[in-house]
């Protein structure tokens, strides 16, 4: 049964509100263990599962407060078959989505006033700072194929492949959510130079996806300071940007992996980096963060990106 919100979802051209950094969060600001930094572990136990409930709420408010919608992601980014491989968890893949998936619905039930899709992600096979060099469509696809046909047997209204490294790589998630019959967005990181970790430039990335049999709903950047891209978001490309979850920190990737201490920024210039981005992309449709960032963060942003965006 097709949510009723979805449509307006995709259409809209209001933004609507999605998360933040939620596995930097439980690590440093809940001292949470996350093994192989994977978030959907946090539903093994009860103090996970507490804060996932606290960290969701904040974002309802968020949304309720700016009179929009709000993407429900199921904690999965780690989810997919060659991470639970590592994991030793090959054999949990479809209990973890519907774990998942119902934690998200009474989310969801708890918050009848706002508007919400259900959003299944897919993170990379490998490191999200390192690119899956060599790896091909083909083989991507396949890897993937388990976890999309999880998401969409649990119901997901859409899949977002989060964290792309590589257009092959992404290509071989939208092949995979296709081919499960889920609706697909990809959002690449890029470096402190804009470009992908494979060293492709964005605009590039983005038409080869488009030329696929099956394009995207719309491209996201993720996992990147909006310093480190917003001087390449020049040209009619820019419309297929649909989404900014962006870091907090400026650190290089490089440089947050050896952090030991979370850089979280500044809220309030995050909101102003984004009211920014959000002239340059017309057709943004989704707000949110990634590491070191969190509710404040996508409060502000909000706030600033809200207020002149047409229903």
Not at 212 to 233: I, Y
């Amino acid at each position: 049964m097709q949510n009723p919100h979805f449509g307006n979802f995709v259409t809209t051209g209001r933004p609507w509100i999605t998360d933040a950094g939620l596995e930097t969060s439980a690590l440093f600001h809940e001292g949470l263990d996350l093994p192989e930094f994977a978030a959907f572990t946090l539903l093994d136990h009860a103090a996970g599962r507490d804060f996932l409930t606290r960290w969701f709420d904040r974002f309802y408010a968020i949304a309720a407060q700016a009179g929009t919608g709000l993407s429900l992601d199921l904690p999965t980014w780690r989810a997919n078959a060659p991470w639970l491989a590592r994991m030793g968890r090959s054999a949990d893949m479809d209990a973890i989505h519907r774990t998942a998936a119902a934690f998200a619905r009474a989310t969801m039930a708890r918050h009848p006033q706002v508007p919400a899709v259900l959003n299944g992600l897919i993170g990379p096979m490998g490191d999200g700072y390192d690119p899956a060099r060599g790896t091909t469509k083909a083989a991507a696809q396949e890897a993937h194929a388990p976890q999309a046909r999880a998401l969409a047997a649990v119901g997901a209204d859409y899949a977002t492949a989060m964290t792309m490294t590589t257009a092959d790589e992404a290509k071989g998630v939208l092949a995979a959510a296709s081919a499960a019959g889920l609706p697909a967005v990809i959002s690449f990181t890029v470096e402190t130079d804009g470009n992908l970790p494979s060293g492709q430039p964005l605009h590039e990335a983005i038409a080869e996806l488009d030329a696929e049999p099956v394009k995207p709903l719309w491209f996201m950047v993720n996992c990147a300071h909006p310093d480190h891209f917003a001087a390449r978001l020049q040209g009619d490309w820019c419309a297929r940007i649909g989404g900014i979850r962006a870091n907090a920190s400026r650190l290089s990737h490089a440089e947050l992996d050896a952090a030991t201490e979370l850089d979280d920024g500044d809220p309030q210039e995050f909101g102003s980096l984004y009211a920014a981005l959000r002239d340059r992309l017309p057709n943004l449709r989704l707000i949110g963060g990634c590491c070191g960032s969190d509710h404040r963060h996508v409060a502000e942003a909000g706030r600033r990106c809200l207020h002149h965006a047409h229903a």
